[in-house]
């Protein structure tokens, strides 16, 4: 069965960096394009960024454009986001999730990992 | 970017009663490109519905959704005890993907 598992949450200054990754299995890996979907305590969900499943295309929503970066290794079957200069407000769980084709609904998702930025 | 708006924010009914929920979005949404996520808490979403109307693998037959164009609605024909949770509307037609704010279920 469909199973990621996420890992790298923490907390961190502002300012800071972190890397998450995701860990893919029970599907084709490299044939699957994934996404990063986050939550803030106690709010809704907000997309974060898309990958395909070559890596040849990335997206991201504005707020993270410059400081995130989605990339992947199909040889490990794993998503990364590699989060720099972070914000208070990018405090929230961070879920990878499968897309079903070509950047559109995910159809499995992770359990996600908990990000917080706090001095 | 598509903006989605969920009502109601909160929808108290008893199980075996009918739910209907709404996602209104602010411009005409592709091809019919919504999909409805639950998710309970402390749980990651689980996916429903797609492309508007097609429930996804192993969701009940008493969830559907319709709708088109700016408005859609995700329906619940009777509530089971599972069912209280939080759920989404999503865009995927148009970049960037968007979500509404979500309808919290609650037991009357």
């Known amino acids: 069965q469909v199973q990621l598992v996420e890992s790298g949450g923490g907390v961190v200054q502002p300012g800071g960096s972190l890397r998450l990754s995701c860990a893919a299995s029970g599907f084709t890996f490299s044939s699957s394009g994934m996404h990063w979907v986050r939550q803030a305590p106690g709010k809704g969900l907000e997309w974060v960024a898309f990958?395909?499943?070559?890596?040849?295309?990335?997206y991201y929503i504005d707020s993270v454009k410059g400081r995130f970066t989605i990339s992947r290794d199909n040889s490990k079957n794993t998503l990364y986001l590699q989060m720099s200069s972070l914000r208070a407000e990018d405090t929230a769980v961070y879920y990878c999730?499968?897309?079903?084709?070509?950047?559109?609904?995910?159809?499995?998702w992770g359990q996600g990992t908990l990000v917080t930025v706090s001095s | 970017e598509i903006v989605l708006t969920q009502s109601p924010g909160t929808l108290s009914l008893s199980p075996g009663e009918r739910a209907t929920l709404s996602c209104r979005a602010s411009?005409?949404?592709?091809?019919?490109?919504l999909a409805w996520y639950q998710q309970k808490t402390g749980q990651a979403p689980r996916l429903l519905i797609y492309?508007?109307?097609s429930r996804a693998t192993g969701i009940p037959d008493r969830f559907s959704g319709s709708g088109s164009g700016t408005d859609f609605t995700l329906t619940i024909s009777r509530l089971e005890p599972e069912d209280f949770a939080v759920y989404y509307c999503?865009?995927?037609?148009?970049?960037?993907?968007?979500f509404g704010q979500g309808t919290r279920l609650e037991i009357k």
């Open positions: 411009q005409s949404v592709d091809s019919s490109s």
């Open positions: 492309g508007a109307s």
């Open positions: 999503q865009q995927y037609g148009s970049s960037p993907i968007t």
């Open positions: 990958i395909r499943y070559d890596g040849s295309n990335k």
């Open positions: 999730a499968k897309d079903h084709a070509r950047g559109s609904y995910s159809d499995y």
